[in-house]
Structure formats: C-alpha cells, structure tokens
C-alpha cells in the first residue's frame, strides 16, 4: 500500500498537468519539478545560524563594491564561535546582516528559526529585540551614559513588556551573574572599560535571546580586561546557553574557542577546530579549508605565493584524497 504525503505537503507541490498533443515536454519537466522538490533537504535546518551563498553588494557613485561573495557559514546550536578576517574581508557586513541591521543582495540567512529575507518591518524590530542581543566594540553604543547599569538593563525589558517585578529580578541576577552588581548605581562614566562591557553583555542579554553578536567586544581594553571579558561570554554561553558569534582581532580570544572561522574576499575560506585530550591536558588545534555550496575551496595565501599558483591548478582523485598541483611544467602530464 503506498504511503500518503504528511499533511499539507499536496500543497506544497504543483499539481500534474493534463497530458495532450503537444503537452508532453511540459509533462516531463514537470515531473522532474516534483522529484527535486520531493528530495529536497533545507540547508542548515538544525542550525542557530545559517548563511547560504550570502551576497551584499553596496552601490555608491556608481560603483559596486562586493562586500559579501557568496559566503557559507553554519553555526550550531550553544557554540561559541570566533570570526576573524583582515580589514574589508566582510567581517561586519556579516554582523549587521545577522543583527536585522542591514538585509542581504541575495542568498538565504536564517537565526534562531527566523528567515531574516522575509521579515516585515515590525518582525525585524520584534527580532533585534528579543531574537539576538549585540555587543559593539565601542561602550557608548552599548549604554545610554544617563542611565546606570541596573537602568541600562532594565530598558530592554520595558520595551519588551517584561513585568515589573520581572525585570527587576533578572537585572539584579545579570549583574551578579557578571560580576558587576556593585556598579548597579553608576553610570558608564563611572566605570572601567571592562565593566563596561560586562554591563553591556548584560543588557544584551536582558530579553533572553538565543544568540549573542559582538563585534569586536575587546578591541579597546588591554589584555587582562580582555580576558574578564571573555570569561564573562563564556559565562553566558554555559550558564545561559546563548550561541555567541564574536568577531574579533585578539588572538586569545579566537585562540580560546573551540572553533575559529576566517573570512576572506567575502566568503569563509578556513577554520580552526579545537580539541581537548580526556583528561584535558592537551589542546589539539586542525586548521581546514572549507568548501562552499558551490564547491569553492579558498586555498590558503602562503600556500599560493609558495608555489606560485596564479590562475589554474591541476587536480587529481586519489582513493583517499584530492591531490592539487600548480600550473608549472614538472607538474604537468606527459
């Protein structure tokens, strides 16, 4: 006995078409649109964040710069994850689409089950304000300066219609969770740098939501500042079990994760995973290359001056791997 479709999924696929003189070349084409649909598997589906072949072109006195090429990249569910790149690779282009501050040329995103393509006006402020929370490098983009820490929290909540006595427990409990009760009643002019940012991964955190964005979170402060600031994300990873995407330029910091993804020329083109031995001795550090939807592989810039690759590469399968050769006369057959 043949199994019937799940509900809805008759709707979901174009009916067949009558079959005459003439019909059965639009008949075929047909069918093969209700076999791709029906293999059709969503990309990233388990995914906290998902970027498919994600474009953005800026346009300014007519010309196109391309900050985003396509880029790939899938973050799982409770990760903790760094992105690093040089100046201009698409770092914050990436970031402020993610944030619903800016909206891709092309290509699909997604964050904690939202189609950031699709939202309406009104979704994409519902999602900054509860879907995501956004650290920036700079405290006065974080904290309004007339308000204190515990004030400071508390906004996004009134926003959000938290009640009263709601918002206040979890401030309180934000603050301590932060180790920055004690600047409750200051204002950002009273505070170090570090509490700073403390406050502001708090007041990020004050709606609860799934993920957390910081750009460049450590960028002013110095290295023992920086590393209370990592700690306090790590915090908010394992006890709130928000996903953190980081962009950052310090090497402890990127060195601290487990995985570091690197942006180049608008795409992913490399990470690092990071591994523990059992007894968690030993760290163990592999650096891959990825391959995009497309098939793309970024090959690695020392590796192309080394054997001065340029424009082609010769490939070859192997049973177990992919051998690359340079375009150079001892590499060619025959």
């Known amino acids: 006995m043949a199994s019937q479709p799940p509900d809805g999924a008759e709707a979901a696929v174009p009916p067949r078409p009558a079959v005459g003189p003439g019909s059965t070349a639009a008949a075929g084409i047909a069918e093969l649109g209700r076999e791709a649909a029906a293999a059709r598997v969503p990309h990233g589906t388990d995914a906290m964040i998902m970027c498919d072949r994600l474009v953005r072109i800026f346009a300014t006195d007519g010309v196109e710069v391309q900050a985003l090429q396509g880029l790939d990249l899938l973050v799982a569910r409770g990760e903790l994850t760094a992105i690093v790149g040089a100046s ?15 909206e891709p040329t092309a290509g699909s995103v ?38 204190t820490a515990w004030q400071n929290v508390l906004l996004p909540m009134q926003f959000s219609a938290v009640r009263r006595t709601a918002r206040g427990r979890r401030a309180g409990e934000l603050l301590d969770l932060f180790g920055v009760a004690h600047c409750a009643d200051r204002t950002p002019a009273m505070m170090s740098g570090g509490e700073q940012q403390r406050v502001a991964i708090a007041t990020a955190m004050a709606n609860e939501p799934a993920v957390l964005l910081a750009d460049e979170p450590t960028g002013e402060l110095d290295t ?20 953190i995407l980081v962009v950052t330029h310090d090497p402890m910091l990127s060195g601290s994760v487990r995985r570091t993804v690197a942006i ?64 150079t006369a001892e590499h060619r057959p025959g």
Request: proline share 3%.
């Open 264 to 327: 180049r020329d608008g795409r992913t083109s490399s990470e690092i995973v990071r591994s523990h031995d059992a007894d968690d001795t030993r760290s163990r550090a592999v650096e891959y290359a990825l391959v995009d939807r497309a098939g793309r592989v970024q090959l690695p810039r020392d590796m192309l001056d080394e054997l001065h690759i340029r424009e082609r590469v010769r490939l070859e399968a192997e049973p177990d791997h992919i051998g690359v050769w340079p375009d």
């Open 110 to 147: 997604r964050v904690a089950g939202h189609d950031l393509t699709a939202l309406t006006t009104r979704e994409r402020t519902q999602y900054r304000r509860k879907a995501v929370g956004f650290v920036w490098q700079q405290s006065e983009r974080n904290l309004l300066p007339y308000l």
């Open 224 to 243: 023992e500042t920086a590393g209370t600031i990592f700690d306090a994300m790590r915090t908010a990873n394992t006890e709130l079990g928000v996903t």
């Open 88 to 102: 201009g690779s698409g770092k914050s282009t990436l970031m402020n689409i993610l944030a619903g501050l800016d």
